[in-house]
């Protein structure tokens, strides 16, 4: 049941409990505005700009000229400026509070990084300017490869993929040429992923055609080591690992798993979206990894969510260097040059994983936040990362229960085991969590733990902003436990949308909107 408000949209669903606000003759609550589409806004012929009628002219399209409306809203320009600040306002972000999701660290992006990136010598160039007039840009990708490849302790970096997924594809790549190298690529056609893998591992491994077998984790959240030396054989092309693991802990036998891998002829790839936790700390390199991904939008403070550009450069050990993707940047005779075609140097690359260079925007507020923050800043913020999420654990074990002995690197999880017999589950106090003002951790991930509740604090938030954070969560732990359901059976009470019902959103998506035959989402559902 719902009732409608002024323009006749349902006013949230299931609200009919002691914690519905009131319902407005606009739709909007307090200073939250209520918008709808832009095409539900459309006033037929209305425009932002003042055209001159075309003067009369023959047509040369021989017919095919459009004959209807072009569909396109009319709205004056205020109407749509409002629009999109309206919009722009309901979207919760690392600028706006702290954003706890767990695995996918919402730190703090410094301005001074913006600053650098709009650069007009770095925010105006083309890819497919002559390269004499790029230096600049090409010295950067340089410099940030180059520290890319320090901090890691590798000897090769592929700059361009555009995503941490994308550079699992860029490195699972290079793995399969090495073994096309070798000879092998139809006789090592599997690969190892830990049970608490990201999803992203798995599905990489089967995008290129290798089969996936899964290895369990242990009791206390780390790899198996034995069920993994088990599963290695002849046909084992390598093993996709992450660490820390996204149980938030550090793989303690990570060079023993270096070791047996290497020794049974397969590759080492590691999963190392979470290298905030051990930047400047820890050298892959030195752990016996062939390929890792480093997301410049998480560990190196580059904006990301809500679609933002992403950047997945991939480090490489002398094994796979050679096969690594175009484009690369080298420094010769005082000019720095693209190698941009096989043939140019002397290595295999693969192919390539872009049309052009990677993502240039990310290079420079990566790179500024790197200078700015120096070797003993990034590892700093690395060791900061891990107190903050070791502070939330260690606050909140009493209250909610965590599945595994502290301490954890930059990540506490937590799992429902606390919330048992409460009726409340871990979606409801996610969603509890909006009604406060906080965007929710990450739920239900890692797999390996029932109900689980991850959260990333990062670096970047002061002690006030987490003892306010700690203490709602105990507040509602505490509430759930006094059997106070309603706080979360209905939650959120106060976002601009109520809780949606998302399988049917994921099974029957509206992706289209038709003048007058689309109904709101939440009154399909009734
Ligand atoms: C974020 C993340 C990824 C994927 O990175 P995208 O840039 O979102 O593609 C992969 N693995 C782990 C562990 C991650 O946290």
């Known amino acids: 049941m719902s009732s409608m408000n002024a323009k006749g949209r349902p006013t949230g669903t299931g609200a009919e409990t002691g914690f519905a606000p009131h319902e407005t003759f606009t739709g909007n609550r307090g200073l939250v505005q209520e918008e709808p589409l832009i095409f539900e806004l459309d006033s037929p012929g209305a425009s932002g700009v003042d055209l001159d009628e075309p003067e009369e002219f023959a047509p040369r399209l021989g017919g095919v000229a459009r004959q209807g409306r072009i569909g396109l809203p009319g709205l004056s320009e205020p109407e749509v400026m409002r629009h999109y600040v309206r919009l722009s306002q309901k979207n919760y972000a690392i600028d706006s509070g702290l954003y706890p999701l767990g695995s996918c660290t919402m730190k703090h992006n410094p301005r001074l990084n913006e600053k650098m990136a709009r650069l007009p010598g770095f925010g105006d160039v083309h890819p497919l300017q002559p390269q004499q007039t790029v230096q600049g840009a090409l010295e950067l990708i340089d410099t940030l490869a180059h520290w890319l490849k320090e901090l890691t302790g590798m000897p090769a970096v592929a700059m361009s993929p555009k995503a941490g997924a994308h550079g699992e594809l860029c490195g699972m790549m290079a793995i399969d040429a090495a073994l096309r190298a070798r000879g092998e690529e139809g006789t090592r056609k599997r690969v190892l992923v830990p049970e608490s893998a990201h999803g992203t591992n798995p599905a990489t491994a089967a995008q290129i055609g290798f089969t996936v077998d899964s290895i369990p984790a242990t009791e206390d959240g780390h790899v198996d080591v034995k069920a993994f030396k088990a599963k290695l054989g002849p ?112 290595g295999q690359p693969f192919g390539r994983m872009t049309a052009f260079h990677g993502q240039m925007g990310m290079f420079v507020r990566a790179l500024a936040y790197m200078l700015s923050h120096g070797a003993d800043g990034i590892r700093q913020a690395s060791e900061d990362a891990v107190l903050s999420a070791n502070y939330i654990l260690a606050s909140l074990k009493d209250v909610m229960s965590a599945p595994y002995e502290g301490p954890c690197m930059h990540e506490a999880l ?9 009726g409340v589950e871990t979606l409801d106090f996610a969603k509890a969590m909006i009604d406060e003002g906080y965007h929710p951790m990450t739920m239900y991930f ?34 759930a436990k006094r059997g106070e359901t309603e706080r979360f059976s209905g939650a959120p009470y106060l976002a601009p949308r109520r809780r949606l019902d998302e399988t049917l959103a994921a099974r029957k998506p509206i992706l289209r909107w038709q003048h007058g035959r689309n109904e709101p989402a939440s009154k399909a559902a009734e």
């Open 414 to 422: 937590f799992d429902d085991s606390f919330l048992k017999g409460t």
């Open 235 to 346: 046909d084992v092309a390598a093993i996709m690992l992450t660490n820390p693991n996204t149980c938030g802990l550090f793989e303690r036998d990570i060079i023993e798993i270096a070791d047996a891998v290497h020794e049974a002829g397969g590759y080492f790839y590691c999963d190392g979206a979470n290298f905030n936790a051990i930047a400047g700390r820890v050298r892959p390199g030195d752990l016996g990894i062939d390929a890792m991904h480093i997301n410049l939008h998480k560990t190196f403070s580059t904006p990301h969510g809500g679609g933002g550009p992403g950047a997945g450069p991939v480090v490489f050990s002398q094994a796979l260097a050679p096969f690594a993707p175009l484009p690369w940047i080298v420094h010769e005779k005082g000019a720095y040059r693209a190698i941009e075609h096989e043939g140019e140097s002397t």
């Open 446 to 479: 890692p797999l390996v733990v029932h109900g689980a509740m991850l959260i990333e604090p990062t670096e970047s938030e002061s002690k006030d902003s987490l003892d306010l954070f700690i203490a709602t969560l105990r507040d509602l732990a505490e509430s």
